[in-house]
T-cell receptor, first 116, second 115 residues
Framework: DQQVKQNSPSLSVQEGRISILNCDYT??????FLWYKKYPAEGPTFLIS?????DKNEDGRFTVFLNKSAKHLSLHIVPSQPGDSAVYFC???????????????FGQGTILTVHP | NAGVMQNPRHLVRRRGQEARLRCSPM?????VYWYRQLPEEGLKFMVY????????ESGMPKERFSAEFPKEGPSILRIQQVVRGDSAAYFC?????????????FGPGTRLTVT
């Protein structure tokens, strides 16, 4: 039961261009969404998040868009840099009966390669 | 300001042995989460603990796995009688609180190999 899906296992982009990573979810109880970046042999690093009451959140080169009706979110990286090459995970959390947001549900990840 | 620390980074166990994975959260963080990543998959939630309390263990296998976060010392994930299917990367994360959308900071992970 994959509640968060990243259907593209990999993405290759030229340096300076836009990278668009996509994520779909099925659980309508999710109300916070996060993107994490992961290098090999390291733990995930938080990038950006968005609440379900918003449709866009921007932080520097990173922008996350949320389409609640489509249960879809995307991460845009502009301009892409070779150092952005990593695995990107989409994650979601839900208010579990109003008690906690502790549990994150992750997608399978997308490997982004940015070529110089 | 040290981040989340996990040890050991690599652990090799024979089938039937016990594995103990340790996690020290960031300073000032009292919420700890354990996740498991199987090869070619995303991270799967296992358990969420606060000091001396298990808040959500919905992702923990019912047998052989246990977790604790004592008043003093690191959080421990314990796997008894390991099997080959337990081979995975185990990540610990911590947060200051559990507010909506709150960021979880991850450790480097422990890579468990069962031979």
């Amino acid at each position: 039961d994959q509640q968060v899906k990243q259907n593209s296992p990999s993405l290759s982009v030229q340096e300076g261009r836009i990278s668009i990573l996509n994520c779909d979810y099925t659980n309508s109880m999710f109300d916070y969404f996060l993107w994490y970046k992961k290098y090999p042999a390291e733990g995930p690093t938080f990038l950006i998040s968005i609440s379900s009451i918003k449709d866009k959140n921007e932080d520097g080169r990173f922008t996350v868009f949320l389409n609640k009706s489509a249960k879809h979110l995307s991460l845009h990286i502009v301009p892409s840099q070779p150092g952005d090459s990593a695995v990107y995970f989409c994650a979601a959390s839900a208010n579990a009966g109003g008690t906690s947001y502790g549990k994150l549900t992750f997608g399978q990840g997308t490997i982004l390669t940015v070529h110089p | 300001n040290a981040g989340v620390m996990q040890n050991p980074r690599h652990l090799v166990r024979r089938r039937g042995q016990e594995a103990r994975l340790r996690c020290s959260p960031m300073k000032g963080h009292s919420h700890v989460y354990w996740y498991r990543q199987l090869p070619e998959e995303g991270l799967k939630f296992m358990v969420y603990l606060q000091k001396e309390n298990i808040i959500d263990e919905s992702g923990m296998p019912k047998e052989r796995f246990s977790a604790e976060f004592p008043k003093e010392g690191p959080s421990i994930l314990r796997i008894q009688q390991v099997v080959r299917g337990d081979s995975a990367a185990y990540f610990c994360a911590s947060s200051r609180d559990d507010r909506p959308g709150g960021e979880q900071y991850f450790g480097p992970g422990t890579r468990l190999t069962v031979t």
